[in-house]
C-alpha cells in the first residue's frame, strides 16, 4: 500500500518534502495552500493531482496523512482539523505556539487514536546510530542541553520576525 500524503503549504521545505515522500516510496496527492494560484502552481510543477484550501486537506478522501508546512500561527488549527478527521499529522516545527496548543493537539490524536509528531528530522540521521552506541558505553545520561537555531538575514517584515504569525524567538 502506497501512503498517501497532503501537504498544507507551498514554501521551500514542502519541495523537499514531496520529494522525501516520493524517495521513501509515498504519494503527494493532495497541495493546500491559501493562495488557490499557488497551490495550482505548485500541483502543476510537482505533479500532484489535487490543489485545495488548507481546511480542505484535512478531509480529503485522497489523503492518509497532513504535512503541515505553513507558518507557525496555523500549525495548531490546521494539526486539530486532521487529527480529528483521523489524519495522521507530521507537523512543522514549532509543532505549536505554547504548551496549551500543544497539550490539545496530543489530546486530539489519542482521542482519535492517530499519529502525531514534530518534524525534527535529526534524529532519524545516520549519525543517531553512532550516538547510541556512544550512549551505551557512557552509561546512564543525566542531563541534556540541546539548541536548535540557523542564520536567518534581519528582514523586519519577514515571517521569521512576526509574532503574529509565530515568528521570533
Known sequence: MTYRWGIVGTGRI?????????????????IASSSPERASAFAFEHDIPTSVSPHSAASHTAVDAVYIATTNNLHHPLAIEALQAGKAVLCEKPVALNVAQTTEMIEAAKAND????????????????????????????????????????????????????????
Open 114 to 169: 492517530t499519529f502525531l509528531m514534530e518534524a525534527m528530522w535529526m534524529v532519524f540521521q545516520p549519525y543517531w546510530r553512532v550516538v547510541d552506541q556512544w550512549l551505551d558505553q557512557i552509561g546512564e545520561v543525566r542531563w541534556v542541553q540541546s539548541d536548535f537555531g540557523f542564520p536567518a538575514d534581519f528582514l523586519p517584515d519577514d515571517r521569521l520576525l512576526d509574532p503574529a504569525l509565530g515568528g521570533g524567538s
Open 14 to 30: 514542502a519541495v523537499a518534502m514531496v520529494e522525501g515522500i516520493r524517495d521513501a516510496g509515498g504519494a503527494v496527492d493532495v
